[in-house]
Structures are given as C-alpha cells and as structure tokens.
C-alpha cells in the first residue's frame, strides 16, 4: 500500500492560483489525513492534472473527463463550503 508524504501532498496542492489554492491548500492540511486510502490516491491523481482543467471542475464550469475525480471534487468543495 502505498504511503503518502503530507509535506509532498501539501505542496503538490499548492498551485500558485488563488482560487485553487483557496480550496485544495485547506483540504490537504485538514481532511488528506482522514480519507481512506483509495481517496487519498484518488486525491493524489487529481493533482497530476492541469490547474486549468481543475479550476474549472472545481468551480463547476464543467465535468471531468474521468468520472471518478467526482467523488472527490464534491468532498473538496463540501469541505471549503463547511469552512466558510
């Protein structure tokens, strides 16, 4: 099973755009932990992708190619709106 460096994931969702940094930055640091492993590689895959195509599934402009970002694009969102 493979294990996840906290310092690397917070990094990683880091991307330099604020709107992107407003929602991934507090969830790596608040929920990463707390997902099971198969969210936490779902969740790692999902930084792979382009900041452009994460912007505009986070903002829910459009849907992502691979339905099983889904999942945890509704758990990264839920957690920003519980937050505010």
Do not use: C
């Amino acid at each position: 099973m493979q294990e996840f460096n906290k310092h690397e994931i917070f990094w990683h969702s880091r991307r330099g755009m604020l709107e992107l940094d407003l929602l991934l930055v507090p969830f790596a640091t608040e929920v990463f932990e707390l997902l099971s492993h198969p969210d936490q590689m779902l969740y790692s895959e999902l930084l792979e992708e382009e900041d452009q195509d994460l912007f505009t599934w986070l903002m829910q402009r459009s849907a992502p190619n691979d339905p099983r970002f889904e999942p945890i694009i509704q758990q990264i969102l839920a957690h920003s709106s519980d937050s505010n």
